[in-house]
């Protein structure tokens, strides 16, 4: 059972016109198992609470605490927040070059295990994953991202969350850019990795549709840098006729 | 040929083609000061392959050179190291030259020839090693229909000075591709130069380097589109990692009027990996026709991506193993095309040890 605890965390970017306060004062608590989804207009900070918590460096920290089962998050390198079980599905993953998909998730692997999984098995455990994600062979002598469509990053995403196995994983707008088809194939992946890890799921989107195939216990709604307002499926169903409007103009 | 004969071209650092050249690190292989000693360094280092000779004779250059270090080379000696490959031989194997014990008191004034005879194909790999000064005047001769990959390794230890043309003529039909690898030396200066001299050839000229404290590499492409219908690509990838790092890239590509049909395209990607360390990279298309099917050029200098360390970090690597896989992967693409698994193993291993030794 692991819990990461986010209190009062407030960031600020900075700008050619100066530091720029995104985060307001967040408050969340997200235990294995529970799936949370965080909803809201663009630009109202959700992204950046995402790679605040994964350490990206654009970001500052000006106050507040993240922790996981009491660990600080904010005091460690971004790989030892890796390390300790936080993952972050990227909205927009990255480009790496001339190295290979294969190369990259072994590297990770051997990170994160603390020992380089053996050839034997772990070229079974990539094929299933693959497989499983309805993922060409050929995939895996791809550069990393490089060439993609938006539809094969986010396969590649949850890819690595099911071998990766994190313990709290952030998904940032892995809905976005998906057809029905793709979506309905990314969130069995993030269902299987709940189901098989226990994996507590920050779920970070604008819309209700992928709500409708991972399940949240619990709906925050984002505005402003804040969370304004929370509750269960239900608040999803409201947004979902509403809109954000009544946040928006708060 | 006289002193006095060669004198009025000594360069002064002034001229274009000097202007980046340290040339009091050149250990007088530029002004005649330099003692020369009595070697011939280069060797087959394995058995010779059917169809192959190497012998040493005297020939005639194979073109001009307006490099004053190649004109004293060819004004010391009429004696060229020549690896021939006889016409329809496909030979399977690399062929593998290298280098015997250099010295650093007296310099060596090379002249080496490649030649393939009319459809012959081959893989010519030289490994040039060691402590030495050495000036070469290298020219390779392809026939028609002729198909070579030529691959040098410049891995010499830190005080050598090694400045060379690597000139190219190339036939009908003949197709020349070129791996040049710069890793090793204090100064090294590599001037790969392609001459089309008649329609149908191709040209790819693909490189590494990897500069650390105080090094300096300099190559100066010279592609001459002289006849139609000829084609070139030049891929150039260097890093540089400690103080007074310096790399030059030169890409000269010359398109003459009756070049028609020319397709030619030059790149050129720069990695700085720290501080103090300076990428020079100037590519330089002059274009006489318009009637060609393309040209086009490129040079980038960058440092580390954050976003792609921070993709890495993110699945738990390191920032030094995120580094490290960031290089490796840059320099993969050129690196692959070596196709000989054990040498890209090694400079892979050698470009892994410069980043550690720089802690980059």
Partial sequence: MSTLEIRNLQVSVNTDAGAVEILKGVDLTITSGETHAIMGPNGSGKSTLAYSIAGHPKYTIVGGSVTLDGADVLDMTVDERAKAGLFLAMQYPVEVPGVSVSNFLRTAATALRGEAPKLRTWVGEVKEAMEALNMDPAFASRNVNEGFSGGEKKRHEIMQLELLKPKIAILDETDSGLDVDALRIVSEGVNRAKENNNLGVVLITHYTRILKYIKPDFVHVFANGRIVEEGGPDLADKLEANGYADYVSK | ?360
């Fill in chain 2, 1 to 360: 040929m006289s002193l006095l004969a060669t004198n009025y071209l000594t360069p002064t650092g002034r001229e274009e083609a000097w202007r980046f050249t340290p040339l009091k690190r050149m250990r007088g292989l530029h002004d005649g000061a330099a003692v020369i000693g009595d070697r011939a360094s280069l060797i087959s280092t394995h058995v010779l392959p059917a169809g192959v000779t190497f012998v040493r004779e005297s020939l005639e250059p194979l073109a001009e050179s307006d490099d004053v270090i190649i004109e004293r080379v060819r004004g010391f000696s009429s004696n060229v190291a020549h690896l021939s490959i006889t016409a329809n031989t496909e030979v399977g194997q690399p062929i593998f030259l290298g280098r015997s014990k250099g010295a650093l008191d007296t310099a060596e004034l090379s002249r080496v020839r490649i030649s393939l005879g009319n459809h012959a194909t081959a893989t010519v790999v030289i490994e040039n090693t060691g402590d030495t000064v050495l000036a070469e005047d290298l020219e390779i001769s392809l026939a028609p229909g002729s198909s070579l990959t030529f691959i040098t390794l410049q891995e010499f230890e830190s005080q050598s000075v090694y400045a060379a043309r690597h000139h190219a003529v190339i036939d009908k039909d003949a197709r020349y591709k070129s791996i040049t690898v710069t890793v090793g030396g204090d100064v090294v200066r590599i001037l790969p130069t392609v001459e089309f001299i008649a329609p149908g050839g191709s040209a790819e000229l693909l490189g590494v380097y990897f500069a650390t404290a105080g090094q300096f590499f300099e190559h100066r492409m010279h592609v001459d589109h002289a006849v139609p219908h000829a084609k070139s690509r030049v891929n150039f990838k260097g890093a540089l990692s400690g103080r007074d790092a310096h790399t030059v890239w030169i890409g000269d590509v010359l398109i003459r009027a009756v070049a028609e049909g020319t397709d030619t395209y030059e790149l050129n990607r720069n990695l700085l990996l720290s501080d103090g360390a300076r990428a020079d990279s100037v590519p330089n298309l002059e274009i006489e026709t318009g009637e060609i099917v393309g040209a086009g050029h490129a040079s980038t200098t960058g440092r580390f991506d954050d976003e792609q360390l921070f993709y890495l970090m993110s699945r738990g690597i390191t920032l030094e193993n995120a580094r490290r896989l960031v290089v490796r992967g840059f320099f993969n693409e050129i690196v692959t095309e070596i196709g000989i698994e054990l040498i890209q193993e090694r400079l892979m291993d050698r470009i892994d040890g410069e980043l550690a030794k720089a802690g980059a």
